[in-house]
């Protein structure tokens, strides 16, 4: 994407980085294209950061399809070194309420990397049906990219320098906040 922030931030930093504003861009871009579908997609976030920005996009948008949230361990080819482990060090489950056969799903994902995660997402997805598409929204894409995934909507692309992680964080309210991190 045009205007997309670039480059590679300092460690502990966010490089002058407005979390809130990447939201608000990956926000218009849903509701630029998805509102004017007749048929509306299921969200789904993956825990947690992505749970957090399903459901924040969900409430803002106020769209009328489902809201779901999966975890994607089961599925990670890494699971042995993992685990159970999610964002905020606590396993979360799977909560997918509604009929996935032939749903259109927008899959919401806060940080994008190697891709292995929304691969197993993916798998989590297929355990419940088969939807008819499946989209992806990332609020941040890092790069690095070791799978053949791309976002559909994306709040911006960032570089980060080997070494470094991204940490999305909620306040109370509800607004994000992001740190980077040696990794």
């Known amino acids: ?17 407005d979390v809130e504003a990447i939201y608000d861009t990956l926000r218009a871009s849903v509701a630029q294209r998805v509102s004017a579908r007749e048929r509306q997609p299921a969200f789904v976030g993956i825990h947690s950061g992505g749970a957090w920005v399903a459901e924040r996009l969900h409430r803002d948008l106020g769209a009328r399809g489902p809201l779901g949230f999966l975890t994607s361990a089961f599925h990670r080819d890494d699971f042995a070194a993992r685990g159970l482990r999610t964002g905020g060090g606590t396993a979360k489950s799977t909560h997918i309420d509604f009929d996935v056969e032939g749903a259109d799903i927008l899959l919401v994902d806060d940080i994008l990397y190697t891709g292995r995660t929304i691969r197993a997402a993916l798998n989590e997805i297929f355990d419940y049906g088969r939807p008819s598409r499946v989209e992806l929204a990332v609020l941040l894409d890092r790069g690095g990219r070791q799978l053949p995934v791309q976002p559909d909507y994306l709040g911006a692309a960032i570089q980060l320098a080997p070494g470094q992680d991204f940490v999305l964080a909620r306040t109370e309210a509800g607004r994000f906040t992001l740190a980077i991190e040696s990794a």
Do not use: D
């Not at 045009?2 to 931030?9: E, K, L, T, Y």
């Open 1 to 17: 994407m045009s205007g997309q922030p670039r480059g590679h931030p300092s460690p502990g930093a966010t490089g002058g980085l």
